[in-house]
């Protein structure tokens, strides 16, 4: 039976858009597919991020409530230094008070504690309570793996990851190359890393694992997870894939001038550039992007943000300054030299609904896995630009075992990407065989996907399987 209405999920997002957007769309999930009632408990701070406005998010209305905690402040905890998952994690576990008086002051006490992978520590309030508990992590089967195995790997390796002359090894998983490990692995010194290990022990403490990929995705991996013997001794609890979920389309508007733009354009012609909700290049990278882009003589529509270095204030207020509108941290004249084929958006797009246009042909994305996925189950192949968290490890996986995405040949987060090559790339994907073969691919994906999320499906069958015990 695939009907739980008798039950009531709570599930913990931690801060920032790119967390709150997994999260809902599990909660969706759950409520039209399953008819569970969830209620989703948000860690906020005082300053909330402006995309929160841009972005209007969908929420089953009957069965689905989003709680927005009271923000926490830990400004008192924190540096100039404090890296991202410090400070995530250090929000979650000032924010263990509210989430507790919230479940206890709810109507009705939820069956079971969903908490996404920067908030196992709230895990014991699920223990206190006496409900089952649930870690979502919203990306892969690898990513996972290496998250639960990083204990192990701190115990075996000595240094750096990052001087490592030898490929990282996980029992039974591809092996992860040095250069690729995922952000709070770079600097062993940073507290960051304790929280990341201090995660990855907590995980198997919960009872079972859900990401957001599918079977046919990570079949190895998956299968290592499960049946791995050094895997299984160290995480010895049951792992679901119940993916590929992703935002349903949120129209942008009668009135978007954008996808009437997009509906002129030829189909599969269109490259998207966007680098998520909180990527940003230097102003060198944002000059070589903007001459590759021009000089392949493709279609685009680039979502634009000021670049990292100098004062960000002055590019938004100059931003009208130049002799057309091109922003002043572009080369002069951009805008008007790419007026008949290109778009420029400022700070955010409607994604979801761009990458489903039947124009858009190819994706420059920085392999956050939300937008990953929403480039794949649209058949959409993608140049692969990594910059943060654990995207070195997507864009190679994206590469390398899935085959729907190119890379530069040097690491964006290393050196600047030169504009010949960007140049190359977007050629590659748009117009050349290999984008052919690689949109092939990806429609394959969307298929797959489908089938895995549709009734009997692994997906699907894996979240009732979930939702039985809980029951
Ligand atoms: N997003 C969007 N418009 C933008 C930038 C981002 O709608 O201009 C959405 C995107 O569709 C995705 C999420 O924000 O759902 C970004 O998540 P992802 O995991 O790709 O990257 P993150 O932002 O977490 O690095």
New binding site residues.
């Given amino acids: 039976d695939s009907s739980f209405s008798n039950l009531h999920v709570a599930i913990l997002s931690s801060p920032?858009?790119?967390?709150l957007?997994?999260v809902v769309?599990l909660a969706n999930r759950l409520a039209a597919h399953h008819n569970v009632r969830v209620t989703v408990l948000q860690v906020t701070t005082a300053v909330a991020p402006p995309?929160s406005k841009?972005?209007n998010l969908h929420v089953h209305k009957e069965l689905v409530q989003i709680i927005q905690l009271p923000p926490v402040d830990i400004s008192h905890l924190v540096g100039p230094s404090t890296q991202v998952v410090t400070q995530l994690c250090l929000m979650v576990r000032e924010a263990l008070p509210v989430i507790r008086s919230a479940i206890d002051a709810m109507d009705r006490r939820p069956d079971a504690l969903f908490v996404d992978h920067f908030g196992t520590d709230a895990l014991p309030i699920a223990a206190e309570l006496n409900i089952a508990k649930y870690v979502y992590v919203?990306?892969t089967a690898w990513f996972t793996a290496l998250t639960v195995y990083c204990p192990v790997l701190d115990q075996e390796i000595e240094g750096e990851y990052v001087d490592q002359l030898e490929d990282l090894r996980i029992p039974g998983c591809k092996p992860i190359r040095p250069e690729d490990v995922v952000e709070p692995m770079l600097d062993r010194n940073d507290q960051q890393y304790d929280e990341y290990v201090r995660m990855g022990k907590q995980i198997p403490l919960s009872d079972g694992i859900l990401f957001n990929s599918w079977e046919d995705l990570e079949p190895k991996t998956i299968q290592a997870l499960r049946e791995n013997q050094t895997l299984r001794s160290i995480v010895n609890i049951p792992v679901y894939p119940i993916g590929p979920l992703?935002?349903p389309i949120?129209p942008a508007g009668p009135t978007s001038e954008l996808i009437s733009w997009l509906d002129r354009q030829p189909n599969e012609s269109v490259l998207f550039v966007?680098?998520?909700?909180?990527?940003m290049l230097s102003t060198e990278q944002m000059t070589e992007l903007a001459w590759g882009l021009e000089l392949s003589c493709q279609r685009f529509i680039w979502?634009v943000r000021p670049p990292t270095r100098g004062r960000m204030d002055d590019a938004y207020l100059s931003i009208h300054n130049t002799s057309d509108d091109t922003p002043t941290y572009l080369p002069e004249g951009f805008s008007t030299r790419t007026r008949d084929v290109g778009l420029l958006?400022p700070?955010?797009?409607?994604?979801?609904e761009i990458?489903s246009h039947p124009a858009v042909g190819g994706f420059l994305?920085?392999?956050?896995?939300?937008?990953?996925?929403?480039s794949i189950t649209n058949g959409v192949p993608m140049i692969a630009w990594p910059?943060?968290?654990e995207?070195r490890m997507n864009a190679t996986f994206l590469v390398e075992e899935v085959g729907v995405a190119v890379r530069p040949g040097v690491l964006p987060t290393k050196q600047v990407v030169g504009r010949e090559e960007i140049e190359r790339l977007a050629r590659s994907l748009i117009e050349h065989k290999e984008g052919q073969r690689m949109r092939e691919k990806a429609k394959q994906l969307k298929l797959s996907g489908m089938d895995s999320l549709g009734h009997g499906g692994s997906s699907y069958k894996s979240m009732c399987e979930i939702l039985s015990k809980i029951g």
Wanted: charged content about 10%.
């Fill in positions: 920032g858009m790119g967390h957007i997994p769309v995309e841009l972005l919203p990306s992703r935002r949120e966007s680098f998520g909700s909180g990527g979502v958006v700070t955010w797009a409607p994604q979801v990458l994305s920085h392999c956050g896995w939300s937008s990953t996925l929403e910059l943060y968290a995207q």
